[in-house]
Each structure stands twice: as structure tokens, then as C-alpha cells.
């Protein structure tokens, strides 16, 4: 399956990023206390701007 999103996506949920990143939905939430990740939280809903997120890993976690 392509996971490839497309630039006008939306938010997404924990789920679809820790399938995204071949992580767990814990090891997602390790990330969000450490604040390893961007996110977004509404109310007990936690969203993920999957292109914000991408850049954020390419920015700061990228060996070249």
C-alpha cells in the first residue's frame, strides 16, 4: 500500500503516523513526551500534520 500523502491531506490521527513511521502507537506517544514529533491536541484528540511532521524528522533527525 502507498502511504504517500497527498499535500492538501488534512490532520491525522496517532495511528496513521505511527504506520506512517513503522512505530507503535506508544512509541508515538514517547515521541509526543519528549516532544520528538509536532502535534496537535483538541480537547483528549491528538492530530498530526503528517508534511509538518515529515519536515520536522528531515530537520532535526536526518544524517547526512
Given at each position: 500500500m502507498?502511504?504517500?500523502?497527498?499535500?492538501?491531506?488534512?490532520?491525522?490521527?496517532?495511528?496513521?503516523?505511527a504506520?506512517r513511521?513503522?512505530?507503535?502507537a506508544r512509541?508515538?506517544?514517547?515521541y509526543?513526551?519528549?516532544?520528538r514529533?509536532?502535534?496537535?491536541?483538541?480537547?483528549?484528540?491528538?492530530?498530526?500534520?503528517?508534511?509538518m511532521?515529515?519536515?520536522?524528522i528531515?530537520?532535526?533527525y536526518?544524517?547526512?
Open positions: 502507498n502511504e504517500a500523502p497527498p499535500q492538501s491531506e488534512g490532520y491525522v490521527s496517532k495511528e496513521v503516523i504506520r513511521l513503522g512505530k507503535t512509541t508515538i506517544d514517547s509526543m513526551k519528549f516532544r514529533i509536532p502535534y496537535i491536541k483538541l480537547g483528549r484528540t491528538v492530530l498530526f500534520d503528517w508534511p511532521v515529515k519536515a520536522h528531515d530537520k532535526n536526518l544524517i547526512r
